[in-house]
């Protein structure tokens, strides 16, 4: 087997640390811009806290899967769904494998698996990760002050993990509650712009 030498180690993290960087489109409950290291951290996380929730599931895989799906945006930075194209979903491919070629190779046709794995969606473990990688969303702009949310956001957070948690009924529980804290914190929005009006008109 190729040697990991320590210097080669070294500099993958020295490159993929640009993760703990790179912010997302969404700030967390304190006010602060996410960033991509943490919500990886938080989709792995979710992934090893739900293991017995899923029945006949790879957990190791998925949790491999949640940890390294955004690699390539240490090099592309993150681009929110709703502007995300063809173009720039190959071109974060390409970042990938420049990421992966300065692994010893066993590792990088490992992780190259996993990454082909994850973009076929047809494995239950492929699935899980995917599903898990949109609620992770969902629940951080639920943490979010709705006044960082772009106008299309109050439907998009309805509807960006729906299909992806069908099959898997702990998915779909937790799909249906953050969309049920979606719709209270807009009721809740709705209710204090309705009051500030009605103070405005006095």
């Known amino acids: 087997m190729e040697k990991f030498e320590a210097a080669q180690f070294i500099a993958f993290l020295d490159r993929v640390e640009k993760l703990k960087s790179v912010p997302r489109h969404c700030?967390?409950?304190d006010g602060v811009q996410e960033n991509v290291?943490?919500?990886?951290?938080?989709?792995?996380l979710m992934a090893y806290l739900m293991k017995d929730e899923l029945g006949e599931i790879d957990i190791d895989k998925v949790?491999?899967?949640c940890l390294i799906h955004d690699l390539g945006?240490?090099?592309?930075?993150?681009i929110p769904t709703f502007l995300k194209n063809e173009e720039h979903e190959q071109v974060e491919k390409?970042?990938?494998?420049?990421l992966l070629s300065g692994l010893p190779e066993p590792l990088y046709r490992e992780l190259s698996e996993l990454f082909a794995e994850m973009e076929a969606q047809e494995?239950?473990?492929?699935k899980v990760y995917k599903a898990l990688d949109k609620l992770?969303?969902?629940?951080q702009h639920n943490e979010s002050d709705i006044s960082t949310w772009l106008p299309l956001e109050y439907e998009l957070q309805q509807t960006y993990a729906a299909k992806n948690v069908i099959g898997f009924p702990f998915l779909e529980s937790l799909q249906e509650q953050a969309v049920k804290k979606t719709k209270e914190k807009i009721a809740a929005q709705e209710a204090e712009d309705k009051a500030d009006g009605g103070r405005e008109n006095k």
């Not at 390409?94 to 420049?98: E, F, G, T």
């Not at 494995?123 to 492929?126: D, L, P, S």
């Not at 992770?136 to 629940?139: N, T």
């Open 27 to 29: 700030v967390t409950s």
């Open 37 to 44: 290291a943490g919500h990886s951290w938080r989709t792995a």
């Open 63 to 65: 949790i491999r899967m």
């Open 73 to 78: 945006e240490a090099v592309t930075g993150d």
């Open 94 to 98: 390409k970042a990938v494998d420049d």
């Open 123 to 126: 494995t239950k473990e492929a």
């Open 136 to 139: 992770e969303a969902v629940i």
